[in-house]
């Protein structure tokens, strides 16, 4: 994360508690960082010096003034303004890391060969709950190529318990062998 991003994200957090309106933002952050994810000219064109700022900051009231608070949107203004409105996407990383910390959640990560039902993910998000005091949001993806097993990704680590890698170990550990 450059400084910019975190800066920049650390004040939109600031402002949102300040209001009271962390969560709703939250949520309006991610929505708009996957539009921009999905339309990255969209930032590009944000940040075009080829076209008039006050015409940019208009596209912006035609584009989220609408759906998003006055304060994100508000933001998303500044950045255009600045020429960083390519720098969102790190914002939103640092805004939603400061909100689970201050709310004490820690995103996992989970990956599984077939989807979880309701009991595992019952189960899992309790048994990382009691592991790491955290409430645990928790986010799932189906790889078939596991095999079998899990792996978690979470605060930065992996925890791997797949038959995929599992076979993979003792491949290595046989052609060492010979």
């Known amino acids: ?17 300040e209001e009271n309106r962390d969560a709703a933002i939250l949520s309006q952050v991610r929505a708009v960082d996957g539009i921009l994810g999905a339309e990255p000219g969209y930032a590009r064109l944000m940040d075009a010096r080829s076209l008039p700022v006050a015409e940019r900051l208009s596209m912006l009231d035609e584009a989220f ?12 203004k500044i950045l255009c303004q600045r020429g960083a409105f390519d720098q969102f996407h790190g914002c939103a990383k640092v805004y939603e890391s400061l909100y689970n910390e201050h709310h ?18 019952a189960r899992l998000t309790e048994a990382l709950a009691g592991r790491t005091g955290k409430t645990i949001e928790l986010t799932e993806k189906v790889d078939p190529e596991l ?20 076979m993979d170990s003792l491949r290595r550990a046989l052609s060492k062998k010979s």
């Open 1 to 17: 994360m450059n400084e910019f991003s975190r800066v920049y994200g650390e004040a939109l957090f600031e402002l949102s508690m």
């Open 147 to 166: 095999r079998g097993g899990i792996r978690c990704e979470m605060a930065g680590k992996r925890l791997d318990n797949t038959i995929l890698t599992k």
């Open 104 to 121: 004490n959640i820690m995103p996992v990560t989970v990956v599984t060969a077939v989807p979880l039902d309701a009991a595992q993910r």
């Open 65 to 76: 003034g609408k759906q998003v608070d006055v304060s994100l949107l508000n933001f998303l």
